[in-house]
């Protein structure tokens, strides 16, 4: 599933392509991958909508239109791209927005589980996120104080969204190994220090996963090299780059975690 450097990254992608571009019609071909409104409605609000920014909110594209909001969540095997109005239908293809001029948006999805919103009110579907781990407000003693009103295993509690949104698997395998933290530690048994470095640890490795377009790691998302620069992640068997211990694999909030048992020691 995407994560948040590869959203931003193709949010910057998009972002000058689209900006003041003009809705002509718009293509449902598989009616699923909308959430609201109608298909019917979707047809019809969107021609005449002029698009004035492209964001991102957590793992969502947010495309504000001067009307509405179209809100985009890519899940397991979404891509959003843009193409010549006249190339040809795509097999996974399933919503196509056609802008006057020469360009679509389409939105192609293997699997069939990203979701489009179409609202006048963005905060109806993100309204449960939790912060943005880029801003300046999230600062070591504000995650402090997050992580203690908790009592839950620190690696599910990092990809939960509704407590910090943006991390999935890979980016929260990196950053828990950089902090030496190990996934299993309860988050009130954190002390500030180690906050500290948790906090730069998940702004480290977001930051240089947005500087190198993201991770490639299988067939749905492409054009990103983070994937060479692992340290933990896919890297069962291989010897840690910090103390040259083997990496191992367990399964933590029934997802597969990578992490060093020397680095990441669960002492508390």
Request: hydrophobic residues 35%.
């Amino acid at each position: 599933m995407p994560e948040l450097p590869e959203v931003e990254t193709i949010t910057r992608k998009l972002s000058p392509v689209l900006t003041n571009q003009e809705i002509c019609s718009a293509e449902l071909l598989w009616d699923g991958s909308l959430a609201t409104p109608s298909p019917k409605e979707f047809c019809q609000i969107l021609p005449g909508q002029l698009i004035e920014n492209v964001s991102r909110r957590g793992k969502f594209i947010w495309i504000t239109l001067s009307q509405y909001h179209l809100l985009i969540h890519l899940r397991m095997s979404g891509d959003l791209f843009t193409r010549p109005i006249a190339d040809p239908i795509e097999k996974h293809d399933r919503v196509i927005i056609n802008l006057t001029g020469s360009l679509s948006l389409v939105f192609n999805d293997t699997r069939k589980f990203g979701r489009i919103w179409l609202t006048r009110d963005p905060e109806l579907v993100l309204g449960k996120l939790g912060p943005e781990p880029l801003t300046d407000s999230f600062s070591a003693e504000f995650l402090h104080t997050m992580l203690k009103e908790k009592h839950r295993q620190l690696k599910p509690l990092l990809m939960d969204q509704s407590f910090l949104s943006g991390l999935g698997n890979i980016y929260t395998d990196e950053a828990l190994h950089i902090a030496r933290l190990n996934p299993l530690r309860k988050s009130d048994s954190l002390t500030i220090d180690e906050c500290i470095a948790l906090r730069e640890a998940i702004k480290d490795v977001l930051h240089e996963g947005i500087l190198r377009n993201g991770a490639s790691i299988d067939w749905v998302y492409k054009g990103g090299d983070f994937q060479n620069h692992f340290r933990v992640y896919g890297r069962k068997g291989e010897a840690c780059p910090t103390c040259g211990a083997m990496i191992e694999k367990i399964l933590v909030g029934q997802r597969g975690t990578h992490f060093c048992p020397t680095c990441q020691s669960k002492e508390e």
